[in-house]
């Protein structure tokens, strides 16, 4: 590409970049050039937009974090509505499984960047926790609706959802039977929900 022409969606493109890499080959190879390599751009326009590599990762991590959050945020609107499990079900599968991937992988060998996300976003936000938090602001409102039973621990049972994904993302099982695997899983923790069965 000529020199000084902006690439429209740069970061975008560089972010994609990263998930692609880390379901490729993990995160031992994560490096500013094989980021930009993956890309297909120049090394030099990643510190263009950002002030190291470690400033990279940060803004990736904010940016999916936020993206994870807002894509779950109107969960708990949905009570009352469909049924608790196809809900959740719909809810965690809002967020494409290589990026949920990537992010958990990415979070877990950098803590820090936990710390980084939820200091621009606020507490509670970074990578999976804003899944649970919603999934558990949504199984209270069922709960108050009488579509969870009165004695279930909702925020127990938002952590075992959640579990399912951060197993999912860790082992890297994104194959065509994930999304199956999950539904099941849902299926299961829901089942003494007196409306998972309905439609």
């Keep these: 590409m000529p020199r000084g022409v902006a690439i429209p969606g740069l970061r975008q493109q560089l972010f994609a970049a990263v998930e692609r890499l880390i379901a490729q080959d993990g995160l031992s190879r994560l490096t500013g050039r094989a980021v930009t390599r993956e890309a297909g751009v120049a090394t030099g326009l990643l510190y263009a937009h950002f002030a190291n590599f470690d400033d990279f990762l940060t803004g990736y991590a904010i940016d999916r974090a936020f993206h994870i959050s807002g894509a ?77 039973p009165a004695g279930a621990d909702t925020e127990a049972l938002a952590l075992a959802v959640v579990g399912v994904l951060h197993h999912v993302a860790l082992t890297g099982q994104t194959d065509s039977t994930t999304d199956n695997r999950i539904q099941r899983a849902i299926d299961a923790l829901t089942d003494g929900c007196p409306a998972a069965a309905l439609s």
Excluded: K, M, W
């Excluded at 049924?83 to 809810?91: K, P, S």
């Excluded at 507490?123 to 579509?147: C, D, K, N, V």
């Design 72 to 148: 779950v945020a109107d969960l708990p609107e949905r009570a009352g509505s469909g049924t608790v499990a196809g809900n959740l079900h719909q809810a965690v599968l809002t967020t494409p499984l290589g990026t949920l991937t990537a992010l958990t992988r990415l979070t877990a060998f950098r803590p820090e960047l936990a710390a980084n996300v939820e200091a621009t976003l606020g507490s509670g936000i970074s990578g999976l926790q804003g899944i649970e938090r919603a999934i558990a602001g949504y199984l209270a409102a069922e709960q108050r609706l009488g579509r969870v």
